[in-house]
């Protein structure tokens, strides 16, 4: 990893910079297909707190949770008219409250509206995804609803 990264411990900085453990290189695509590399810094499991390198920009974002930090840095891309190529950001991917606490907001289940009875995949929402599975957060989020209406006809959304 990129020492930049590393725990601030000079006497000149009384605020430490946090120390990233994993690095994962993602791709952002555009509406003109156009793909250009990001990276993102996941910060300690006991932190909501990760890093998007894009470009010469570092961006720090913290939030409740892991999937909390993805969604701003999606929306800010978005905003861009980029998006973020992560399992995060696939329309049949959403965690359960219950997984979402349990794993700080890293993992989400993959949704298949037709398996019932089956056990859903788990995913890493930082992993890499293909350029075609990428959608917008409000994509994201309709696909979901369809799904769980689609599934609970009484209990609609």
Do not use: K
Request: glycine letters at 6%.
């Amino acid at each position: 990893m990129n020492s930049r990264f590393e725990q601030d411990r000079s006497s000149d900085s009384n605020v430490p910079r946090p120390q990233w453990t994993e690095e994962f290189g993602l791709q952002t695509v555009d509406s003109d297909g156009l793909v250009e590399s990001v990276t993102i810094y996941v910060g300690q499991p006991s932190t909501a707190l990760i890093a998007l390198l894009d470009g010469e920009s570092l961006t720090q974002i913290n939030g409740t949770d892991y999937l909390d930090c993805l969604t701003q840095a999606r929306r800010q891309l978005e905003q861009d008219g980029r998006l973020l190529c992560c399992q995060g950001a696939r329309p049949d991917v959403h965690p359960s409250g219950q997984l979402r606490q349990f794993t700080n907001g890293r993992q989400a289940y993959v949704r298949f509206p037709d398996a019932r009875g089956e056990a859903p995949e788990t995913v890493d929402i930082f992993a890499p995804a293909s350029p075609e599975d990428a959608v917008t957060l409000d994509d994201q989020r309709a696909a979901i609803i369809r799904a769980w209406n689609a599934q609970h006809p009484r209990n609609r959304i």
